[in-house]
Every structure is written in structure tokens, then in C-alpha cells.
T-cell receptor, first 113, second 108 residues
């Protein structure tokens, strides 16, 4: 079973604040991903990493940034939050070899006022 | 054209019936195929994986894959109200691509 954690689960914050959404996994997976999903809408890949010091932008342009200093940790940062950033952010990870099964964390629901 | 297309919903089925979900994909080199279930407000949960042509059964779920037709489906037998969710088809070659999802409602 996948062990992938996200904190906080819910965050309400004012415009202009800097925020960091945390994602950690204990499975030693090399590949990690961030998705953005509005209620009732599609998943959009915004960032991914294939290992330490590797980060790439996804299919959907995002003002957020990510870092990958440790295998188990893949935080996402918004330097200046805006109401347009209100969404659910989902972190996922997968094994390097094999079938690309992705396991998702519980998500962070972000509301920017 | 989107990489992964799912039949538009919502799909409403009576309790005990079979729910049939369809998915087509555009990339012929895709090797791995997945179905995720997502309850409202929750994250996607992997429920089925299929890698070779044919059927794969797991409990009340059956996945069917036809690579020649670039088609993958999910059947939910004896549908229960707890099966009410959005089902996401995902297809992988070197990266995983998700469909938009089909929302299923099981009527009691």
C-alpha cells in the first residue's frame, strides 16, 4: 500500500502570502508528481521529478515552483498566492522501473481569499 | 485530439446492474493501462491495472484491453451505491496520461 503524505490538508490564506505545500513518501519512489484539480474537473499535471535535483514543468502552466533535494520530499511553493490559485493540489509518486502505477496522496485543498 | 478519451457522463445505473465505462487512447506505443476511482473531494485511488490484451477480473471489477483498437474498458458488476464516483482512465508509455473521467451514480 502506498504511503504518501500531504500537509496541510486544508489551507485558507490571504492574497500575496507565500505558501509551501508539503509532500512526502516513504516508499523510496524516484518519480514524484504534482497535479492541480478544480472541483469536478480534470487532473492537470503541473510539475514532476524523476529524482533528486530533477524537476520539470508539466502540461499546465503554473506559477508555482518545486524542489527535490531529498528522494522522499517534493514540496511545492507559491511565492505570492492569488485567488486564481484556489484549487486542490494532489501529489503522486511511482516506482522508477515497472508499470508507472501512480499512487496519490490525500491532497491539499487551497483557498486564497 | 486528446490523448485519452472517456465516454461522457454522467452514467446513472440502478443498484445491482452493470456499469460499463469506455476509454480510447491515441498513442499506439502505450504499454500500461489503469483505472482510478475518485470520490468527490478525495484523491484518485488505483483500482485496476491491465497490461495485456483480454480481460482482467478483480472482484466486481473487470478491465478489458484491446490494443489493436486502442480501447480499454471497465465493467462494474452488481453496482452498489458505494461505487458512485468518478472513474479515471489512465494510459502510460513513458508518462501517464489521464482522461477527463466519467461520473457514475448508482441509484438505490
Amino acid at each position: 500500500e502506498a504511503d504518501i503524505y500531504q500537509t496541510p490538508r486544508y489551507l485558507v490564506i490571504g492574497t500575496g502570502k507565500k505558501i509551501t505545500l508539503e509532500c512526502s513518501q516513504t516508499m523510496g519512489h524516484d518519480k514524484m508528481y504534482w497535479y492541480q484539480q478544480d472541483p469536478g474537473m480534470e487532473l492537470h499535471l503541473i510539475h514532476y521529478s524523476y529524482g533528486v535535483n530533477s524537476t520539470e514543468k508539466g502540461d499546465l502552466s503554473s506559477e508555482s515552483t518545486v524542489s527535490r533535494i531529498r528522494t522522499e520530499h517534493f514540496p511545492l511553493t507559491l511565492e505570492s498566492a492569488r485567488p486564481s490559485h484556489t484549487s486542490q493540489y494532489l501529489c503522486a509518486s511511482t516506482r522508477t522501473s515497472g508499470t508507472n502505477e501512480q499512487f496519490f496522496g490525500p491532497g491539499t485543498r487551497l483557498t486564497v481569499l | 485530439q486528446k490523448e485519452v478519451e472517456q465516454n461522457s457522463g454522467p452514467l446513472s445505473v440502478p443498484e445491482g446492474a452493470i456499469a460499463s465505462l469506455n476509454c480510447t487512447y491515441s498513442d499506439r506505443v502505450s504499454q500500461s493501462f489503469f483505472w482510478y476511482r475518485q470520490y468527490s473531494g478525495k484523491s484518485p485511488e488505483l483500482i485496476m491495472s491491465i497490461y495485456s490484451n483480454g480481460d482482467k477480473e478483480d472482484g466486481r471489477f473487470t478491465a478489458q484491453l484491446n490494443k489493436a483498437s486502442q480501447y480499454v474498458s471497465l465493467l462494474i458488476r452488481d453496482s452498489q451505491p458505494s461505487d458512485s464516483a468518478t472513474y479515471l482512465c489512465a494510459v502510460s508509455d513513458y508518462k501517464l496520461s489521464f482522461g477527463a473521467g466519467t461520473t457514475v451514480t448508482v441509484r438505490a
